[in-house]
């Protein structure tokens, strides 16, 4: 059964997200975003009326308006609310679905998993180097593969910020997979904060485990791949007010 403190914590998440994005340079961001980091830590997947989805589960709305050519998308999003400041949903990801690696520009983030197993491989930007990067069919990126780590609900949440661990691979493991996702400030390429897509040029970050991390690498620019999109979702949890 749900918690009788469900509704007033999703509030008090937004409320402290709020709080935490509107001064990300002031004085007290770090003691904002740490009180967040806690409140987001308690969120359940049923304190937002959800329930982990058999390894089938079709990720559908109802009449399933965003199916690309009869399919189901491979991950949905169910928004829960939007200011100048931060954006707040779940994504959900389907049984052996993956969010490709993409980048944050200028973003911070938090996630955290309310149901299944995520496996997160994070990176940071690397300055252009002197040395000329192996031969691609794109445009090259040095950067810096930090971490590939398992999360679960018990998991504290994944924290990201504009220059640390800000692009990241996502792949639901063993099952489906969702997690509350918080992006400050959202999205927005009319200001610079566009997604962009990068392939390993080494091999992918979901594959077997890289040695010696942290360590250099280089990432190719890529479109968003064609078996990857995402579709919507109605949010069926408690109604956030800022």
Known sequence: MPRDNMASLIQRVARQARITFRSPAG????????????LLDEVRAEDLHLAPRGPAAAAAAP????????AVPPVSYMHICETESFSMGVFL???????PLHDHPGMNGLLKVLYGTLRIACMDTLPPAAAAPPPAAGPCHRALF??????TPASPPCLLSPHTDNLHQIDAVDGPAAFLDILAPPYDPQHGRDCHYYRLLEGSPAGAEPPGLPREVWLMETPQAADFWCGGEPYPGPRVSL
């Open 63 to 70: 009449g399933g308006g965003f199916l690309r050519a009869g």
């Open 27 to 38: 004085p007290a961001f770090g003691e904002n975003l740490h009180r967040l980091q806690q």
């Open 146 to 151: 930090r971490s590939r780590q398992q999360y």
């Open 93 to 99: 990801l389907r049984s052996g679905a993956c969010i």
